[in-house]
């Protein structure tokens, strides 16, 4: 129980936390394995977009950041395979490169869920409200630095590592605004949703987004104007 003299603090690791168990909820659930997240997190000074696919995506309200997840080429395809055949789709008909468009939409796809997944959190747990912008997807052959100094009044930034139902390794990395929650008083968070609607609205959501043609993973050509457009 917090007291005015012995409040009960959230700070950047538990935003973090946060964040992890959003993302080993949503892809244990689209994929139908187990993703799961290192005990050890990592203080770095920069985020970056790294090869083989990175995604990022901004988000700003009670608190502003950037979270990026990077993807190597063989996590992503394990990811994307496994969500498609969890879908009930043949594994005649999946695309078989990491550079595939298929493969970045789903990626997108996936990454849109989990943010909404932690945006919902965060209203629960902290009773504040954040807003996303639509993830970004670029196949990459080279490291990309994403500098949010600009943005953030005093970033921290934190890398963890994140591990497939295969071993496959990919990276999770958030900067926020230097921040503290307070909790003033007791209360009792809204529920979460439960793993069987989850599941059944990251299907549907999928196969809707996929018959309507979703958005595009960003091309080479476009890069520069996109983290242009950001102030990146």
Same mark, same amino acid.
């Given at each position: 129980?917090? $007291?005015?003299?012995?409040?009960?603090?959230?700070?950047?690791?538990?935003?973090?936390?946060?964040?992890?168990?959003?993302?080993?909820?949503?892809?244990?659930?689209?994929?139908?394995?187990? *993703? +799961?997240?290192?005990?050890?997190?990592?203080?770095?000074?920069? $985020?970056?977009?790294?090869?083989? *696919?990175?995604?990022?995506?901004?988000?700003?309200?009670?608190?502003?950041?950037?979270?990026?997840?990077?993807?190597?080429?063989?996590?992503? &395809?394990?990811?994307?395979?496994?969500? &498609?055949?969890?879908?009930?789709?043949?594994?005649?008909?999946? #695309?078989?490169? +990491?550079?595939?468009?298929?493969?970045?939409?789903?990626?997108?796809?996936?990454?849109?869920?989990?943010?909404?997944?932690? $945006?919902?959190?965060?209203?629960?747990?902290?009773?504040? +409200?954040? $807003?996303?912008?639509?993830?970004?997807?670029?196949?990459?052959?080279?490291?990309?630095?994403?500098?949010?100094? &600009?943005?953030?009044?005093?970033?921290?930034?934190?890398?963890?590592?994140?591990?497939?139902?295969?071993?496959? *390794?990919?990276?999770?990395?958030? #900067? *926020?605004?230097?921040?503290?929650?307070?909790?003033?008083?007791?209360?009792?968070?809204?529920? #979460?949703?439960?793993?069987?609607?989850?599941?059944?609205?990251?299907?549907?959501?999928?196969?809707?987004?996929?018959?309507?043609?979703?958005?595009?993973?960003?091309?080479?050509?476009?890069?520069?104007?996109?983290?242009?457009?950001?102030?990146?």
């Amino acid at each position: 129980m917090s $007291t005015p003299e012995n409040p009960v603090v959230f700070g950047t690791e538990d935003i973090l936390m946060s964040l992890c168990n959003s993302v080993s909820k949503v892809l244990t659930a689209a994929t139908n394995s187990q *993703i +799961h997240y290192s005990g050890m997190v990592q203080r770095i000074t920069k $985020t970056c977009l790294k090869p083989d *696919i990175g995604c990022f995506v901004l988000f700003d309200g009670g608190f502003s950041g950037l979270v990026v997840i990077n993807f190597s080429a063989q996590s992503a &395809m394990e990811l994307y395979e496994s969500y &498609m055949l969890n879908m009930g789709m043949a594994k005649a008909d999946l #695309a078989s490169s +990491h550079t595939s468009e298929d493969v970045g939409n789903v990626m997108g796809e996936l990454m849109n869920q989990i943010v909404g997944d932690f $945006t919902g959190n965060v209203a629960r747990e902290l009773q504040t +409200h954040i $807003t996303q912008n639509q993830p970004k997807m670029l196949v990459l052959n080279k490291q990309v630095m994403l500098s949010v100094d &600009m943005n953030l009044d005093k970033p921290e930034a934190r890398r963890v590592t994140f591990f497939t139902g295969r071993n496959n *390794i990919f990276y999770l990395e958030l #900067a *926020i605004d230097r921040t503290e929650f307070i909790k003033l008083f007791d209360f009792e968070p809204q529920e #979460a949703p439960d793993p069987d609607s989850l599941i059944a609205n990251a299907q549907a959501g999928a196969a809707s987004a996929r018959s309507a043609q979703p958005a595009k993973p960003v091309s080479s050509n476009d890069r520069d104007n996109l983290l242009d457009s950001l102030g990146m």
